[in-house]
């Protein structure tokens, strides 16, 4: 059998890591037909926007995409690419495992979290007012008399969206996960003491959707006490569902308990399709140097192949990646303890070490 995937090279440091993964998921002996399709600032001028319709039908017919990181202009240009693909193909569950692997530097051993994250509203929305616009106006002046507050004027608005649909969704998604690969755990995490209507009825849904899963232990947490103890002791948590913006900082944070960005790998679910990415970026200042770390691209190399039901090359690639990790010769500069770049292997060479070990 042979797969259709969608390949999405992305930008700065995308196409050298999407290079990487696709050379290791090839050499699995599972056999894929690459779509290719570009996205990003570099299609602009071709198309007149960075995520052409080409791009997304692509993604929808084939079900299954592969994904480098793709840049965002601050404060300037267009909206993210990579929130637009999410919400333009309902991708409202983000998966990001963070397991350590041993020999990967890194302050903690054993940590094994799984971060599913709301992927596609919360303060993502994109439901924005910019200071100073009539619309911005509007706004101030209708909250300023119904709530009796004082929003200043010079104030620039983003709204904060939960809904109950939303949430049943990602929870009941955390705990289907939890039961599938037989985790024990589902941590909640939000700040319902402050944010009442929203946090808040995240946290009503999940505690309501907690009770249809007794087989699992659930628990919650408020985000700023999260990250003392996730710093403290990650390993007494297992899965933890977060909003939108939580989930993106938190796993920032996960990634870093586990060896950093390098290594911490992504999917985006949605209903009959899934986007596959690192939590990273493009990292454009290292852009076209061959030294960025492929393996958390080709760890959500790994993510896709069990999605597609190649569990025993999934476990092939994950060990291969596994056995030049403990190796540790053939590793980037940001796995090598010093850092120290002269001895770092270039990317290219940690896909051919992984492939010398599949
Ligand atoms: P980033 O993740 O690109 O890079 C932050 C730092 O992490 C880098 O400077 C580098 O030191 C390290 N790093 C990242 N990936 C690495 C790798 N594979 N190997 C070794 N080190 C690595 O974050 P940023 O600088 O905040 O964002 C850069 C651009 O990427 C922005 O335009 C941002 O919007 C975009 N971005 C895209 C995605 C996506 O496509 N899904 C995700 C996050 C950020």
Partial sequence: MSYKVTLIPGDGIGPEVTEAARRVLEATGVSFRWEVVQVG????????????????????????????????????????????LRKELELYACLRPCKTYPGVPSLYKNVDIVVVRENIEDLYAGIEFER????????????????KVKIGSDSGISIK??????????????????????????????????????????????????KEYPDIVFEDRLVDNLSMQLVKEPRQFDVLVLPNL???????????????????????????VAVFEPTHG??????????????????????????????????????????????????TYDMKP???????AKTVQVADAVIAKI
């Fill in 41 to 84: 600032a570099g299609v602009m001028a071709k198309y007149g926007t960075p995520l052409p319709e080409e791009a997304l039908q692509s993604v929808r017919k084939n079900g299954v995409a592969l994904k480098g990181p793709v840049t965002t202009p601050i404060g300037t240009g267009f909206r993210s690419v990579n929130v637009a």
């Fill in 282 to 331: 493009s990292a454009p200042r290292y852009a076209g140097q061959n030294k960025v770390n492929p393996m958390a691209m080709m760890l959500s190399g790994v993510l896709m192949l069990r999605h597609l039901g190649e569990a025993s090359a999934a476990d092939r690639l994950e060990n291969a990646i596994a056995t030049v990790i403990a190796e540790g010769k053939t590793v």
């Fill in 132 to 147: 100073g616009t009539p619309e911005a106006a509007n706004l101030i002046k209708h909250i300023n008399g119904a709530k």
């Fill in 246 to 272: 939580y989930g993106d900082i938190i796993s920032d944070l996960c990634a870093g308990l586990v060896g950093g960005l390098g290594m911490a790998p992504g999917a985006n679910i949605g209903e009959g």
């Fill in 338 to 344: 010093e850092r120290e770049a002269a001895e770092a």
């Fill in 161 to 210: 969206v939960i809904s109950e649909t939303n949430s049943r969704r990602i929870v009941k998604y955390a705990f289907d996960y939890a039961r599938r690969y037989k985790r024990g755990k589902v941590t909640a995490v939000h700040k319902a003491n402050i944010m009442k209507f929203s946090d808040g009825l995240f946290l009503a849904v999940a505690r309501e959707i907690a």
